[in-house]
């Protein structure tokens, strides 16, 4: 428990973790006030075509929550690659030289804050969209489906903080880590559900929507999708996979 | 009551990386209750010693140990040994006190110890400060702080007086000094041995990864020379007393310059003594102490020249 303490305390005396929750924040609101004006219906006038009284769309424009999870898989990132960055990792492990432990200690501290930032980005997401429905003509937004997508944002996004952490451990390198996810996630996986359709599914970002409950509204939508406890377990399973890896080898080089 | 001193033991200690052997069949002991100094030029394995000993580096073979145990053994690691490795190691965005505060958190330590370690060293007014701004010094000073919050029993410090201005040298040997008076062990590696002869009892030599002599300063100061310039016209009627008087052994003269005499083995009184009753006129008699940086360069100096950088 003083390891997750310590940990805290890393990352709440410096500026990424304040920067990274206003990135964010200003995402979510992004996304949907990108999806409320942005409609068929606010682009032709004419049109007697309105996406908002569409009931799905609403729950579309409310998981505009999930679309800043980029944000949280950096903040594990640099949870872990900063301590290599600034070799703060010397003291980290003279304090703690049983090093897995350091590991497991940000992955519980990382899944606290992605938690905690879930359910910023949701209420964030939440309130802009009622504010941006006020002056439109809209279906109802469903509390149930409200409440679904706060927790799934919230469990996304802790479990995929802790995926940051492992590929941190496991790429020491921040850039290299950074950039490396950011690939991943925005052309090779992308490019991977483009062309071999069932492998999207498995795959961290499959996964993430699946726990997230929602087809990416920035695209991969209609791709097939894994029951919300399969991507728990799937992307959970990449977080302790990656951990473990980083365990048996980066995590165990010599701190020179 | 301060914390039991612990024996560090290098045993047979070889590092490699990749083809290079930073350290070499290394064995060594450090006691408790002295100041031990640990010297090389750079580049001579000192640090990666000091990495094995604190579990941060793995040694090829050989053990690096504290108390007998291997540093990633150690239940509490903080409360039994202290140490400072490189000044860099701080997020520049933290500050001192938040700096110190993640490791007392880590180590399960009041948080209070912060603040009297920052005390200590003399940081209390920096301790709201972000650490990017600090000087060397400061950032010397801090890396100690951290190094005492578990008020551990042993010390082991690299390069400490790196950045530090004279008063700050001369209060860290005495802050060292006063630690090993308590009981505790202490090891101060340095390239430069002039800056830590006057505050380690033991010295451990090496160069090359490889032990080149491990022992009281004394034993050190022995091997060495004992050197006092001396200036007078009448050069060649001392020189013949003093050899004279070298028959009893361990004397040394070496001839400078037509005037000037550099005598070992003899104190400035002895050779004084010798000149007045020689009826030498003498325009200097100065004990320019023990070289032992000297000895030092010639100790470590062996083999091929350059060595690793």
Not at chain 1, 205 to 221: E, F, I, K, Y
Not at chain 2, 38 to 66: D, E, W
Not at chain 2, 205 to 210: A, C, D, H, N, T
Not at chain 2, 280 to 298: I, K, R, S, W, Y
Request: net charge negative.
């Amino acid at each position: 428990m003083s390891m997750v303490r310590s940990e805290f305390r890393k990352v709440t005396t410096t500026k990424v973790l304040l920067w990274l929750t206003i990135a964010t924040i200003a995402f979510s609101a992004l996304n949907v006030v990108l999806l409320v004006f942005l409609t068929p219906r606010a682009m032709d006038i004419d049109s007697d075509l309105n996406l908002l009284l569409d009931p799905a769309y609403v729950t579309n424009i409310l998981g505009a929550a999930g679309s800043s999870s980029i944000f949280i898989l950096i903040l594990g990132i640099i949870g872990m690659t900063s301590e290599y960055r600034h070799m703060t990792i010397t003291s980290t492990f003279l304090v703690t030289p049983k090093r897995p432990r350091v590991l497991i200690a940000k992955g519980i501290t990382y899944a606290l804050l992605g938690a905690a930032l879930g359910l910023i980005a949701f209420i964030t997401s939440f309130a802009v969209t009622l504010i941006a429905l006020m002056t439109e003509d809209h279906a109802p937004v469903d509390a149930i489906i409200a409440l679904q997508i706060l927790g799934g944002v919230v469990l996304a996004f802790a479990i995929y903080a802790f995926v940051g952490v492992s590929v941190g451990a496991l790429i020491r390198n921040q850039v290299a880590a950074i950039v490396g996810a950011l690939v991943w996630v925005l052309i090779v996986e992308a490019l991977l559900t483009v062309f071999v359709d069932w492998i999207g599914k498995w795959l961290p970002g499959g996964a993430l929507n699946a726990v997230l409950q929602t087809t990416n509204v920035t695209g991969r939508g209609g791709a097939d999708i894994l029951p919300t406890a399969t991507g728990v377990v799937v992307l959970l399973g990449y977080a302790v996979i990656f951990g473990i890896l980083a365990s048996l080898t980066t995590l165990r080089r010599d701190i020179t | 009551m301060s914390p039991r001193g612990e024996v560090l033991t290098v045993t047979s200690l070889t590092k490699r990386f990749g083809k290079v052997s930073a350290v070499l069949d290394l064995s060594f002991a450090v006691q408790p209750g002295r100041v031990t100094g640990f010297l090389g030029p750079n580049g001579s394995g000192k640090t990666t010693t000091l990495r094995c000993l604190l579990g941060l580096v793995q040694p090829t073979s050989g053990t690096a140990q504290v108390g007998g145990h291997d540093y990633r053994e150690l239940p509490h690691p903080a409360a039994v040994v202290g140490a400072t490795l490189e000044a860099s190691g701080f997020h520049p965005g933290r500050t001192a006190r938040g700096h110190l505060r993640v490791i007392t958190d880590a180590a399960a330590l009041p948080q209070a110890r912060a603040d009297e370690v920052l005390e200590l060293v003399g940081l209390t007014e920096a301790a709201g400060r972000k650490v990017g701004g600090f000087s060397l010094g400061m950032r010397q000073r801090l890396a100690l702080a951290a190094a005492l919050v578990g008020d551990p029993g042993v010390l082991i410090l690299d390069e400490p007086a790196n950045g530090l201005d004279p008063e700050g040298i001369a209060w860290l040997r005495s802050f060292l000094r006063a630690r090993a008076e308590e009981g505790r062990t202490v090891l101060v590696s340095s390239h430069v041995l002039s800056e830590v002869q006057q505050t380690v009892d033991d010295v451990i030599i090496i160069s090359k990864g490889r032990l080149v002599q491990a022992g009281s300063l004394e034993e050190l100061t022995g091997a060495g020379l004992t050197q006092v310039r001396v200036r007078t016209p009448q050069l060649e009627v001392l020189r013949a007393a003093l050899l004279a008087e070298a028959g009893s052994g361990g004397v040394h003269v070496e001839v400078v310059s037509p005037v000037e005499l550099m005598v070992s083995g003899l104190e400035a009184a002895e050779i004084g003594h010798l000149a007045l009753r020689q009826q030498v006129e003498l325009h200097e008699l100065t004990p320019v102490g023990t070289d032992l940086e000297a000895l030092f360069l010639e100790l470590t100096a062996d083999g091929n020249p350059g060595g690793a950088a």
